[in-house]
């Protein structure tokens, strides 16, 4: 493949903002938003915003692509999350319905630990880190965020999946009268996603419990979400409430509804061009109007994910 | 039917045809601004995605004016409101000039750029989508059958066809308009609300003249 110059327009910056920087600010806006109460209720304290209690503690990480991350308020603003509205503002507009605290999570199929555990049962808060991934939709378009969170492979080991587990499956929550999305049946609720179990063991897939240094916001799938940056975003599965360990390949929403379109894999794949859009390239969202950027095989994990499909004919199994 | 008042006269007269000219280049000035707000970095109604934002808005009005343009019939036969027939036209017009907005932003905004500023490129991309993606050869379908009706949309060229002629040609309308709900059903991902709502609309204003079809028919059988 001829990779084209990069575009004028493009960012052609190969270092991430340092992240003192883009704290600093969302220091700013924050404090623009604690101004803006403080003025609306006249008794706002300065300096409150900067120590929320949505801040979380975490480690940095070599994980992280060499393009600036999207702003804040693209990430948190313009969401696929169709049980809050297939538009993509209503998702922020919406989500703030979904009660997730308390949250539990239902381990359930062959593994040596099932049942309900706590958030805290299974993500170690006290070891987050940060992981600066590309997140690249379906749709042809994609951001940087700096997720937080831990590794998806060592939870699921500490709940012992057994030896014939070779799939894992996850289930968002739902909930009609909090998810006003669901009234219409646009997928067949509530949203199921799967792994491969050793596509779950891979490095790479982690679980955000944060994005940006903070505590996920709901439309961005709070409190806990799937990211697995080499496939398309709708498997990075939000605010999971069900993990299942199974032996055949589960269900997943989209590839129900229209499985020539979604296949289960749902790996970043250039070459094959979906039945709604060519994936050749991808709108940059938050980096200007134009800006567009060549889609990268396995979204530029190729490196760490290839050798999980060796011998497949990745244009079948899509 | 009681007299009209001078006033609604007056106003079929004088102000109908401008007042719906402004109306229909409404939401395209409305854009426009939102585009000048966009370029000046100025916040602006369009969101994180202002391309995808102008493909759906010109589509979408597209395919409303159409659908509004299909209830000018059933509005003048059961309303006391006949004038509005000399708005028909102009109706039907704005739908052709939004959806080849609709077409030119798809080509310039999306294609053009993803071929790396080729004209040419952006055409043959255009040409592969319609082979390619079925919502777009609905989409292509119902723009071809829209060409012709603009086109003979004119005094002089109702008069070259001749009256009937004219309106054999503009039944089109009727399967451009099925082929146009159906590109945004194709389009949408999932089941989505949107492309029924449009479509029930439709269904009720093709169900109306397939209902008078009927009657006309079994008056004649009688």
Known sequence: ???????????????????????????????????????????????????????????????????????????????????????????????????????????????????????????????????????????????????????????????????????????????????????????????????????????????????????????????????????????????????????????????????????????????????????????VIGAGVFARRDTEMFNGYEAQVASLYEGMDLLVNH | MPEMSGFARRFNRIWLKPLAFWLLALPGLWLVWQWGLLLSNAPNAMGFNPIEYTHRFLGDTALRILLISLAVTPVRELTPWKSVLKIRRRIGLAAFWYALLHIIAYLGLDLFIAAGLSVTGALAGLWGDVVERIYITLGMAAFLFLIPLAITSFNSMVRRLGALNWQRLHKLVYPLAILAVLHHGFMVKGNQLMPWIHGGVLAALLGYRLVKLLRRGRRVEA
């Open chain 1, 1 to 283: 493949m001829i990779r084209r110059p990069y575009e004028p327009w493009q960012s052609e910056s190969d270092s991430v903002t340092p992240k003192s920087l883009y704290l600093n600010r969302r220091r700013i806006i924050a404090a623009g938003g604690a101004l803006a109460l403080a003025g609306l209720t006249g008794c706002g304290r300065e300096g409150a915003a900067q120590t929320g209690a949505n801040t979380l503690s975490f480690r940095q990480t070599d994980y992280a692509v060499n393009d600036t991350p999207t702003p804040y308020d693209a990430v948190t603003g313009y969401n696929n999350f169709y049980e809050f509205g297939v538009s993509k503002e209503e998702p922020a507009r919406y989500a703030s319905a979904m009660t997730t605290s308390p949250w539990s999570i239902d381990v359930e199929g062959l593994a040596e630990r099932t049942g309900s555990f706590g958030l805290e049962d299974l993500v170690n808060f006290g070891a987050l880190e940060e992981r600066i991934y590309r997140m690249r939709c379906v749709e042809a378009w994609s951001m940087v965020i700096p997720w937080i969170g831990v590794p998806l492979g060592p939870v699921l080991q500490s709940l012992q999946p057994s030896p014939n587990a070779r799939y894992v499956q996850f289930e968002t929550y739902y909930n009609r009268d909090e998810m006003r999305g669901t009234r219409f049946r646009v997928l067949d609720w509530p949203y199921v996603e799967g792994l491969r179990i050793d596509e779950a063991m891979n490095e790479l897939a982690f679980l955000a419990v944060g994005l940006y240094g903070e505590v996920l916001p709901n439309q961005n799938g709070a409190p806990i979400r799937l990211v697995v940056p080499w496939k398309y975003g709708y498997k990075s599965i939000k605010s999971i409430r069900k993990i299942r360990f199974v032996e055949g390949q589960p269900e997943t929403s989209w590839n129900q509804s229209a499985p020539n379109e979604y296949g289960f894999y749902s790996n970043v794949n250039p070459n094959r061009s979906h039945p709604r859009w060519s994936q050749r390239s991808e709108r």
